[in-house]
Nanobody
């Protein structure tokens, strides 16, 4: 079995920064697309950022210029650097990886932006 473990979430003030990390373990042969999603109360889960195996990235418009996604293939890890955080960024953030041609999800980590 494959497991994803997330870290880096927490409570920050508006304008602050957080760095989320997600590492895969277990029977990992290959990892293709890596992504971060978020789900706020009463809203649908949305794709925040994704990064392909070759390094190309995509972001939802609301986080462009503030968030940066990156990957470390040797460590089987994806990161999300979150700067200039706003209250509307408050959500549970989920890591997703396509591993061995099957989608795996992390358990989610809470990000709260509040004074």
């Amino acid at each position: 079995q494959v497991q994803l473990e997330e870290s880096g979430g927490g409570l920050v003030q508006p304008g602050g920064s957080l760095r989320l990390s997600c590492a895969a373990s277990g029977n990992v042969f290959s990892i293709n697309n890596m992504s971060w999603y978020r789900e706020a109360p009463g809203k649908q889960r949305e794709l925040v950022a994704s990064i392909a195996k070759g390094g190309s990235t995509n972001y939802v418009d609301s986080v462009k210029g503030r968030f940066t996604i990156s990957r470390d293939n040797a460590e089987k890890t994806v990161h999300l650097q979150m700067n200039s955080l706003k209250p509307e960024d408050t959500a549970v953030y989920y890591c997703k990886m396509l591993i061995n041609w099957y989608d795996y999800w992390g358990p989610g980590t809470q990000v709260t932006v509040s004074s």
